[in-house]
């Protein structure tokens, strides 16, 4: 085995999210400050994410309105997919490690009992990282000898024998130790043991209902803001199992919130609709009705599949909300929920086709937000104001589209989305040296993605740069392995740049996850062509226009086997159907010497 790297825990228990990852950065980052900085600059969001603690050492260079918001401010919330994301820059980060100081092993105890980040982490370690490299090891539980010492253990051990002993203790002893164990842990000041073992101790101590659901209604306000929603719900619920709608209606409502926007974005809609439900019968607090008619307007309006959603029931519970947000009798308070309310009205107008009467919305937040509000107090919401108003702007004229977008990066310069998103505006303004610096920035400042990659590929690919474009591809396939539409453009290169075994493995790759892509079974009609099979050759151009009828490659390519199988007349035809698609060169040519071979025949 080669030399140990880090000896982790991977219990949930402990720290929540990232508990494994957490440790291991703690261990590593720094002296990995003093011996790789830039490494360290270059995954400053990602370590960060994983181990709040080291903020004491490193400042995120990459911060958004996002992530800066205070979280009565907040009004994004990352996707589901972010934990990802992270992981996937973590893994980074080690593999650039292990190049440069050679192969280790990493030793996990209790990957069993990961929270989900953990277990995307291990599973991305395990997947991406050549084992020459990294070992992981699953470890051995290190069992305690005495109670006191299993309750100082967070209680993760195994040991059945020293979990009934346990059990058995005093009801009032055993919450003396999880006090002093909570006490202990707080002390610390780590932000990560607050979503883990500080939550256990204190729900086991002698204040459940006090002490317990303040530190899982803490625990829950950091890891929603995180995007650790699979860590939300569990928080969540073991937070309602102990707290009063009576007595702490406040405390219930807040966790319950929290859930429905983790299970929104995590696409469990009728969990979040059912939480809501259950809300607004057990309170008669107005602004729990005025979330949650919010909440479930965008439910119809996003989050329900397709076929269930409702933009007239979505109406009818924005305009709830509007009502009741424009009773509240504060100003500042009032101009803000009336404004986040109407943005939800905007979005419903633009569903229903009216980017007029959404436009004016959008206006009107816009210039009530900087009539209230003063520079620093609103900016991620009057950015996120902007950003639609950029989106309607861009949908009609994409130039405008692109001074809006310029308007929102000056607010919020390290949101990749935005960079992105005015990339894929640049390109269809022809303007394609920008749209790269765009898609290079939007790679720069954000976490590891496929799509500015992916769309970057394209782009290079359209202007001729085939190493680049091939770059851009190998790194989207090696961060989403069945991302079908990089497989079918990097077969397409590899063959154009003469790799034909690289070209039948991305065929087969693509084919896998979907039998019958016509673009892939036109590339391995090329290939058996290449390899002197034109009957293979045949059936493939024959079955990819049969997927898509409008392939105008694979009619010429049909043509091209054709006139070499001498059947001249069919070779036309062909070329005659990749002409009514496009008008190609070659296809025009190949369709004169066609059509000469007619006339000689004849």
């Known amino acids: 085995m080669s030399q140990v790297l880090a000896t982790v825990d991977a219990h949930r228990r402990l720290r929540g999210p990232f508990t494994a990852a957490g440790t291991l950065l703690r261990q590593i980052v720094p002296d990995l400050l003093r011996t790789h900085p830039d490494l360290v600059r270059a995954h400053d969001i990602e370590i960060l994410a994983a181990a709040p603690e080291l903020a004491a050492l490193l400042t995120c260079e990459r911060e958004t309105l996002t992530s800066q918001a205070s979280p009565e401010s907040r009004t994004r919330y990352y996707p589901y997919a972010r934990t990802v994301q992270i992981?996937?820059?973590?893994?980074?980060?080690?593999?650039?490690?292990?190049?440069?100081?050679?192969?280790?092993?990493?030793?996990?105890?209790?990957?069993?009992e990961a929270?989900?980040?953990?277990?995307?982490?291990?599973?991305?370690?395990?997947?991406?990282?050549?084992?020459?490299?990294l070992t992981v090891v699953a470890g051995t539980d290190e069992s305690a000898d005495s109670i006191e010492s299993y309750v100082d253990g967070d209680c993760v051990s195994a040991d059945p024998a020293l979990r009934a002993a346990y059990e058995a203790l005093d009801p009032a002893e055993r919450a003396r130790l999880h006090d002093r164990r909570a006490d202990e842990l707080a002390a610390l000041d780590e932000p990560s043991l607050r979503l883990g073992a500080i939550c256990h101790h204190r729900e086991h101590g002698s204040d459940p209902h006090g002490a317990g659901v303040a530190a899982l209604s803490a625990a829950l306000g950091d890891c929603i803001l995180a995007g650790h929603y699979d860590a939300v719900l569990e928080l969540g619920r073991r937070c309602l199992d102990l707290a009063d709608w009576a007595t702490q209606p406040d405390q219930c409502w807040l966790a319950t919130v929290k859930m429905t926007i983790a299970l929104s974005t995590m696409g469990?809609?009728?969990?979040?609709m059912a939480l809501y439900d259950e809300a607004c019968a057990r309170s008669t607090s107005p602004s729990v009705h005025m979330q949650a008619a919010y909440g479930r307007a965008m439910?119809?309006?996003?989050?329900?599949?397709?076929?269930?959603?409702?933009?007239?029931?979505?109406?009818?519970?924005?305009?709830?909300?509007?009502?009741?947000?424009?009773?509240?009798?504060?100003?500042?308070?009032?101009?803000?929920?009336?404004?986040?309310?109407?943005?939800?009205?905007?979005?419903?107008?633009?569903?229903?086709?009216?980017?007029a009467e959404a436009m004016r919305l959008i206006d009107a937040g816009i210039e009530r937000m900087e009539a209230t509000f003063t520079a620093g107090e609103r900016d991620l919401h009057l950015s996120v104001l902007r950003y639609n108003r950029a989106q309607l702007i861009a949908r009609q004229a994409p130039a405008d589209g692109v001074r809006e977008y310029t308007a929102v990066i000056g607010l919020d310069p390290h949101h990749p989305d935005y960079y992105a998103?005015?990339?894929?505006?640049?390109?269809?303004?022809?303007?394609?040296?920008?749209a790269l610096a765009d898609y290079d920035a939007a790679i720069a400042v954000g976490l590891p993605d496929v799509e500015p990659h992916y769309n970057r590929g394209d782009l290079y690919a359209e202007l001729g740069d085939l190493d680049a474009a091939l770059a851009d591809f190998d790194r989207v396939?090696?961060?989403?392995?069945?991302?079908?539409?990089?497989?079918?453009?990097?077969?397409?290169?590899?063959?154009?740049?003469?790799?034909?075994?690289?070209?039948?493995?991305?065929?087969?790759?693509?084919?896998?996850?979907?039998p019958g892509q016509p673009h892939l079974l036109c590339t391995r009609g090329?290939?058996?062509?290449?390899?002197?099979?034109?009957?293979?050759?045949?059936?493939?151009?024959?079955?990819?226009?049969?997927?898509?009828?409008?392939?105008?490659?694979?009619?010429?390519?049909?043509?091209?086997?054709?006139?070499?199988?001498?059947?001249?007349?069919?070779?036309?035809?062909?070329?005659d159907r990749a002409l009514a698609v496009e008008d190609d060169p070659v296809a025009r040519a190949n369709r004169a010497a066609a059509l000469s071979a007619v006339a000689v025949a004849a």
């Not at 469990?268 to 979040?272: K, L």
């Not at 439910?299 to 509240?328: G, I, P, Q």
């Not at 154009?496 to 991305?506: I, M, T």
């Open 87 to 112: 992981g996937h820059g973590l893994v980074d980060l080690l593999q650039a490690l292990l190049a440069d100081i050679g192969p280790r092993t990493l030793v996990v105890r209790h990957a069993d």
């Open 115 to 133: 929270d989900r980040t953990d277990a995307e982490w291990l599973a991305l370690l395990a997947r991406r990282i050549n084992p020459a490299l």
């Open 477 to 514: 396939l090696d961060l989403e392995p069945d991302f079908l539409a990089a497989y079918v453009n990097r077969a397409a290169l590899r063959y154009e740049l003469g790799d034909p075994a690289g070209a039948r493995a991305d065929v087969a790759a693509g084919l896998d996850l979907e």
């Open 268 to 272: 469990r809609a009728d969990e979040a």
């Open 299 to 355: 439910l119809y309006t996003r989050y329900f599949d397709e076929a269930r959603r409702d933009l007239r029931k979505a109406s009818a519970w924005v305009n709830t909300a509007v009502s009741l947000a424009s009773l509240l009798p504060e100003d500042r308070r009032r101009a803000y929920n009336l404004t986040f309310n109407e943005n939800g009205r905007a979005l419903i107008a633009m569903h229903l086709g009216d980017p």
């Open 421 to 434: 998103e005015r990339a894929g505006l640049l390109r269809r303004l022809g303007r394609s040296a920008e």
């Open 526 to 575: 090329m290939l058996a062509a290449d390899a002197g099979d034109l009957a293979a050759a045949v059936a493939d151009y024959r079955a990819a226009l049969l997927a898509e009828p409008g392939l105008a490659g694979a009619w010429t390519n049909l043509g091209a086997a054709m006139f070499e199988l001498g059947d001249a007349a069919e070779a036309v035809r062909c070329f």
